[in-house]
Nanobody, 127 residues
Framework: QVQLVESGGGLVQAGDSLRLSCAAS????????MGWFRQAPGKEREFVAA??????????YYADSVKGRFTISRDNAKNTVYLQMNSLKPEDTAVYYC??????????????????WGQGTQVTVSS
């Protein structure tokens, strides 16, 4: 049974930082693609970031809207993935979801390849 548990969300002001955590069980985060998505009210779930191990090391992927502000990383010893979010903007307000996908299962920018999801954590950025 694979479980993903997000934490770290909250209410912050524009320009602040937050770090989201995703603790995984039942699947080793270093052996799978780990992604973060977000969904704002009335909008579709959208890709934020992903991390995948390759033969030359970790590869990371970011949505253009967060590139340079967000950083995805993982701690293999804790089997946990993080999303460091800096310079937060009101448009970053959403429920953030952690997800996992087998490597090579498709485009990591879409929800399709991801077969397990967390319950989500709310991030609210006030102006």
């Amino acid at each position: 049974q694979v479980q993903l548990v997000e934490s770290g969300g909250g209410l912050v002001q524009a320009g602040d930082s937050l770090r989201l955590s995703c603790a995984a069980s039942g699947r080793t985060v270093s052996s799978y693609v780990m992604g973060w998505f977000r969904q704002a009210p009335g909008k579709e779930r959208e890709f934020v970031a992903a991390i995948s191990r390759t033969y030359i090391g970790d590869s990371t992927y970011y949505a253009d809207s967060v590139k340079g502000r967000f950083t995805i990383s993982r701690d293999n010893a804790k089997n946990t993935v993080y999303l460091q979010m800096n310079s937060l903007k009101p448009e970053d307000t959403a429920v953030y979801y952690c997800a996992t996908a087998p490597r090579g299962s498709g485009s990591y920018y879409s929800t399709g390849p991801y077969d397990y999801w967390g319950q989500g954590t709310q991030v609210t950025v006030s102006s």
